[in-house]
């Protein structure tokens, strides 16, 4: 059984073993039932969903879902996993919505939805809400990422398979269910057309398409709805209801295009072409192309407003255009006009027409290029603006909706009622009157058909809402607050005493800089290449700890182990490559670049790096990160074998058959992977401490203590248990603050009562929007379990926004942390 095309409705249970009572769930107005009748279509109902990784089997459709036991107590089943086969088109469809339940919240750390879209699964997240009630979840596409090896998809055009994946938290059986699943449907206002008609191969397809994935995520953070279409699937349906056309970068066009465009334009729609338009886009778009340029210091600086140019456009929106095509308007065509010129690379504006407006569109110079700058969402948003006023008024309509929106909350009457109910501090009060008069002006402005001036004034109301909300939170002493800082060199663009300084005054006490990888580093070091600007930008511990002395906060170096990374130099990695201390995995790949573990030299130097930073730098910490194997697949490499045979004292027979799952020698392969990781961390625990007094030792790790000593080797609760860690910090980078505060409530289990203070993911968390509440809301989870830190990931452009926020309430106090021994 397959659901084919539209919109459709799935509804699944899974069953624990004495039953569980799940709560009646009613139909949504907009699922459309495909499966008619269906308690009399109990067995192909059962046919189509496929268990997968060892699920218990699907037992019968009951109550208007589909059992499907979890088997988790007593097994080592990593997941539970369904899979569904379907012909889906979500071309037109904004992502998917579903009800879900789950009666024992603590039988997982985390569920993902993935989706099988043209030979590649693309995976998400989600979060079901409290123990034994149904939440109501809604997945946009843009939350979904390529699957490890994937490639990224940009219009989800083909989906034949959707896979849901429980992943195991405790050893117990428990029921969930899910229902209404449909797709969400959308009214795109802008078309992006992909060039994928004049590519030669896949890679070369992936090169045109980029451009209009480009256009899609600036609209998208504008909050403009568009559809990515191949350029040799337009026509007339494609075209229905949208305003915008943007040919993103053809250097031809297929015969079904014009026909099509020039129809469009007809009806009243807007074509906006970038860099390369062929004879007939040109009589379209009423230009003549003058030549192509390029700018003496090899790229121009962006776009400058030219004479008045369009209502709103900033004076200048970034861009570094490499060369550029010069197109002025068809004198023969009235109201052409240049509304933006290149400035070069020198900041001086050229003669050279950057952006033409004509009757039916507009034409750019160059491709769109990505920016995080405002000016360029505004020149965007301009240029819509002008050719489509209703985009105006739909995105000001849906900017004034969102006002308050807040967690749960869903919207300002609500966020009112919310308030009103919580004991507010002085500024909390203020902001909260501040949101009110803003949410007057903008209904003002939205009765007044002012679409600008009510965006504006909306998007201030929820800046406001959310100070609020923020400053609404206590603060509390003696806490570990630390971020993990990703970058060697600080916070962006500043150095590391400006970055430590920003730190320190937004409450924050610890930094966890990653200054090494598997081989590099980033200080002078006799035990690691060393990073290739080292002579011109420095020893990047020292600038750090320097910061971190003069402001009072604490610092932990963070290594990157065994994983190389991308930074390695080519002659390195050939090098390890040849030497045979690479990993392997169980296909005979090594392109990953990862130190194989269980190779005495690579132990050493894991060893020495760490102990090298221990002696040389007074610093407060030496932290573990990538303490593992990439995955159960890895390694197999030839000297694995050899010194797993060492290990077992005999010859390993039927290599490497023996030692996968259900093989003679898999336990003690799972004993020889753990000892390979723990002797590293065990070594560094004990010598550093001698050779610095007070050091402290700790790791990221993985979410699952019990099943990630077997899949990685990471064999955490032991590192505790032992002593060897001073501090530990899951990386539970979940959206949801409930599923956050289950992962925790687990972890706290398997301490042994060293300090946790769990990772919190602020830069990996899917859905954008109001990141400083989420993460006020999960520090606050921190703490009513009991736990007295937390671990921020990344200390990056996502940490530079919020950080004002949480210093409103959460982090409002300065505090020293009170460590273990006090």
């Given at each position: 059984m397959m659901l084919k095309k539209g919109i459709f409705v799935l509804a699944l249970a899974v069953s624990i073993v004495n039953g569980a009572d799940i709560p009646k769930i009613q139909s949504r107005d907009n699922v459309i039932n495909e499966w008619q009748n269906l308690a009399s279509r109990q067995t192909a109902v059962k046919k189509a969903i496929q268990v997968q990784f060892g699920t218990a089997p699907v037992c019968d459709f009951k109550d208007g879902y589909v059992e499907l036991p979890v088997n988790f107590k007593g097994t080592d089943l990593e997941r539970a996993n369904w899979d569904l086969p379907v012909d889906f088109d979500l071309t037109r469809s904004k992502g998917l919505s579903f009800d879900f339940f789950c009666a024992k919240m603590s039988a997982f750390v985390s569920f993902s939805l993935y989706l099988h879209v043209d030979g590649d699964w693309q995976q998400t997240r989600f979060s079901p809400g409290k123990d034994g009630q149904w939440t109501h979840i809604k997945i946009s596409k843009s939350a979904f990422s390529p699957d490890a090896g994937a490639a990224r998809s940009d219009n989800f055009k083909h989906v034949d398979r959707i896979r849901i994946s429980g992943w195991r938290g405790n050893n117990v059986d428990t029921t969930c269910a899910l229902a209404n699943m449909s797709l969400i449907p959308f009214e795109p206002e802008v078309l992006l057309l992909s060039g994928v008609s004049c590519a030669k191969d896949k890679k070369d397809?992936?090169?045109?398409?980029?451009?209009?994935?480009?256009?899609?995520?600036?609209l998208l953070k504008l909050g403009v709805e568009s559809v990515i279409v191949d350029d040799i699937a337009l026509d007339e349906k494609e075209l229905e209801g949208i305003k915008v056309v943007a040919v993103s970068y053809n250097t031809s066009l297929p015969k079904n295009v014009m026909p099509a465009l020039h129809s469009f334009v007809k009806r009243g729609g807007k074509v906006i072409c970038f860099y390369t338009l062929s004879g007939e886009l040109l009589d379209l778009m009423g230009v003549n192309k003058a030549n192509w340029v390029k700018d003496a210091s090899g790229h121009f600086s962006g776009f400058s407003r030219f004479n008045k140019g369009l209502k709103g456009q900033p004076k200048f929106a970034p861009q570094e255009s490499w060369c550029a095509h010069v197109y002025k308007p068809n004198p023969a065509v009235k109201g052409g006009r240049v509304v933006a010129v290149w400035k070069d690379g020198a900041g001086k504006d050229t003669e050279h027409p950057a952006i033409v407006v004509t009757p039916t569109g507009a034409v750019f110079g160059h491709v769109w290029l990505r920016s995080s700058d405002p000016a360029s969402s505004q020149l965007l948003m301009s240029l819509l603006g002008e050719l489509a006023p209703s985009i105006w008024k739909k995105r000001a309509t849906r900017a004034f909706a969102k006002i308050g929106r807040i967690e749960e909350i869903r919207d300002f009457k609500e966020f009112c009622a919310t308030v009103k109910r919580k004991d507010l501090n002085s500024m909390a009060t203020t902001f909260f009157k501040e949101s009110s008069e803003a949410y007057r002006l903008a209904e003002e402005a939205l009765d007044n058909e002012d679409w600008e001036g009510c965006f504006v004034i909306s998007e201030k109301a929820q800046e406001l809402a959310v100070k609020c909300w923020c400053s609404s939170y206590k603060s509390v002493k003696g806490e570990h607050r630390a971020f993990w800082c990703h970058s060697a060199f600080?916070?962006?663009?500043?150095?590391?005493?400006?970055?430590?300084?920003?730190?320190?005054?937004?409450?924050?006490?610890?930094?966890?800089?990653n200054m090494s990888w598997g081989a590099t580093a980033y200080y002078p070091s006799d035990v690691l290449p060393e990073y290739g600007n080292l002579a011109k930008q420095g020893d990047q511990i020292a600038q750090c700890l320097a910061a971190c002395k003069k402001y009072g906060v604490e610092c932990h170096v963070w290594k990157v182990c065994w994983n190389t990374g991308h930074r390695v130099p080519k002659d390195v990695a050939d090098k390890?490559?040849?030497e045979q201390r690479l990993q392997v995995s169980n296909t005979g790949d090594d392109e990953q670049v990862w130190?194989?573990?269980?190779?005495?030299?690579?132990?050493?130097?894991?060893?020495?790096a760490m102990l090298e930073v221990a002696r040389d730098y007074d610093v407060d910490g030496i932290h573990f990160d990538y303490i593992r194997y990439p995955g159960s697949h890895y390694c197999y490499c030839d000297g694995c074998c050899r010194r797993f045979g060492d290990y077992i004292r005999h010859k390993v027979e039927g290599w490497p058959e023996s030692v996968k799952k259900g093989g003679a020698n898999y336990e003690k392969w799972l004993e020889f992977r753990r000892g390979n990781i723990s002797k590293v961390v065990r070594e560094v625990a004990l010598k550093a401490r001698k050779i610095r007094k007070g050091i402290e030792i700790s790791a990221a790790v993985f979410r699952n203590a019990e099943s990630d000593r077997n899949t990685i080797g990471q064999d955490w609760q032991h590192w505790c248990e032992e002593g060897w860690l001073d501090f530990v910090c899951p990386m539970d980078y979940i959206d949801s603050?409930?599923?956050?505060?289950?992962?925790?409530?687990?972890?706290?289990?398997?301490?042994?009562?060293?300090?946790l203070y769990p990772g919190i993911g602020l830069s990996c968390w899917k859905d954008g929007s109001n990141y400083a509440v989420?993460?006020?809301?999960?520090?606050?989870?921190v703490r009513e379990a009991g736990l007295k830190g937390f671990t921020v990931f990344n200390?990056?452009?996502?940490?530079?926004?919020?950080?004002?926020?949480?210093?409103l309430g959460v982090t409002k106090s300065e505090v020293r942390r009170l460590k273990i021994e006090e």
């Amino acid at each position: 059984m397959m659901l084919k095309k539209g919109i459709f409705v799935l509804a699944l249970a899974v069953s624990i073993v004495n039953g569980a009572d799940i709560p009646k769930i009613q139909s949504r107005d907009n699922v459309i039932n495909e499966w008619q009748n269906l308690a009399s279509r109990q067995t192909a109902v059962k046919k189509a969903i496929q268990v997968q990784f060892g699920t218990a089997p699907v037992c019968d459709f009951k109550d208007g879902y589909v059992e499907l036991p979890v088997n988790f107590k007593g097994t080592d089943l990593e997941r539970a996993n369904w899979d569904l086969p379907v012909d889906f088109d979500l071309t037109r469809s904004k992502g998917l919505s579903f009800d879900f339940f789950c009666a024992k919240m603590s039988a997982f750390v985390s569920f993902s939805l993935y989706l099988h879209v043209d030979g590649d699964w693309q995976q998400t997240r989600f979060s079901p809400g409290k123990d034994g009630q149904w939440t109501h979840i809604k997945i946009s596409k843009s939350a979904f990422s390529p699957d490890a090896g994937a490639a990224r998809s940009d219009n989800f055009k083909h989906v034949d398979r959707i896979r849901i994946s429980g992943w195991r938290g405790n050893n117990v059986d428990t029921t969930c269910a899910l229902a209404n699943m449909s797709l969400i449907p959308f009214e795109p206002e802008v078309l992006l057309l992909s060039g994928v008609s004049c590519a030669k191969d896949k890679k070369d397809e992936k090169q045109y398409s980029c451009y209009a994935n480009n256009l899609h995520q600036s609209l998208l953070k504008l909050g403009v709805e568009s559809v990515i279409v191949d350029d040799i699937a337009l026509d007339e349906k494609e075209l229905e209801g949208i305003k915008v056309v943007a040919v993103s970068y053809n250097t031809s066009l297929p015969k079904n295009v014009m026909p099509a465009l020039h129809s469009f334009v007809k009806r009243g729609g807007k074509v906006i072409c970038f860099y390369t338009l062929s004879g007939e886009l040109l009589d379209l778009m009423g230009v003549n192309k003058a030549n192509w340029v390029k700018d003496a210091s090899g790229h121009f600086s962006g776009f400058s407003r030219f004479n008045k140019g369009l209502k709103g456009q900033p004076k200048f929106a970034p861009q570094e255009s490499w060369c550029a095509h010069v197109y002025k308007p068809n004198p023969a065509v009235k109201g052409g006009r240049v509304v933006a010129v290149w400035k070069d690379g020198a900041g001086k504006d050229t003669e050279h027409p950057a952006i033409v407006v004509t009757p039916t569109g507009a034409v750019f110079g160059h491709v769109w290029l990505r920016s995080s700058d405002p000016a360029s969402s505004q020149l965007l948003m301009s240029l819509l603006g002008e050719l489509a006023p209703s985009i105006w008024k739909k995105r000001a309509t849906r900017a004034f909706a969102k006002i308050g929106r807040i967690e749960e909350i869903r919207d300002f009457k609500e966020f009112c009622a919310t308030v009103k109910r919580k004991d507010l501090n002085s500024m909390a009060t203020t902001f909260f009157k501040e949101s009110s008069e803003a949410y007057r002006l903008a209904e003002e402005a939205l009765d007044n058909e002012d679409w600008e001036g009510c965006f504006v004034i909306s998007e201030k109301a929820q800046e406001l809402a959310v100070k609020c909300w923020c400053s609404s939170y206590k603060s509390v002493k003696g806490e570990h607050r630390a971020f993990w800082c990703h970058s060697a060199f600080g916070l962006g663009t500043n150095n590391w005493d400006q970055s430590i300084h920003f730190l320190k005054e937004h409450g924050f006490n610890a930094i966890l800089p990653n200054m090494s990888w598997g081989a590099t580093a980033y200080y002078p070091s006799d035990v690691l290449p060393e990073y290739g600007n080292l002579a011109k930008q420095g020893d990047q511990i020292a600038q750090c700890l320097a910061a971190c002395k003069k402001y009072g906060v604490e610092c932990h170096v963070w290594k990157v182990c065994w994983n190389t990374g991308h930074r390695v130099p080519k002659d390195v990695a050939d090098k390890l490559r040849k030497e045979q201390r690479l990993q392997v995995s169980n296909t005979g790949d090594d392109e990953q670049v990862w130190l194989c573990p269980s190779h005495p030299l690579n132990q050493q130097m894991e060893i020495d790096a760490m102990l090298e930073v221990a002696r040389d730098y007074d610093v407060d910490g030496i932290h573990f990160d990538y303490i593992r194997y990439p995955g159960s697949h890895y390694c197999y490499c030839d000297g694995c074998c050899r010194r797993f045979g060492d290990y077992i004292r005999h010859k390993v027979e039927g290599w490497p058959e023996s030692v996968k799952k259900g093989g003679a020698n898999y336990e003690k392969w799972l004993e020889f992977r753990r000892g390979n990781i723990s002797k590293v961390v065990r070594e560094v625990a004990l010598k550093a401490r001698k050779i610095r007094k007070g050091i402290e030792i700790s790791a990221a790790v993985f979410r699952n203590a019990e099943s990630d000593r077997n899949t990685i080797g990471q064999d955490w609760q032991h590192w505790c248990e032992e002593g060897w860690l001073d501090f530990v910090c899951p990386m539970d980078y979940i959206d949801s603050t409930v599923a956050f505060s289950n992962v925790i409530n687990i972890q706290k289990e398997h301490v042994a009562g060293v300090p946790l203070y769990p990772g919190i993911g602020l830069s990996c968390w899917k859905d954008g929007s109001n990141y400083a509440v989420k993460l006020c809301e999960q520090i606050v989870a921190v703490r009513e379990a009991g736990l007295k830190g937390f671990t921020v990931f990344n200390y990056d452009k996502n940490a530079e926004r919020v950080l004002p926020y949480l210093k409103l309430g959460v982090t409002k106090s300065e505090v020293r942390r009170l460590k273990i021994e006090e």
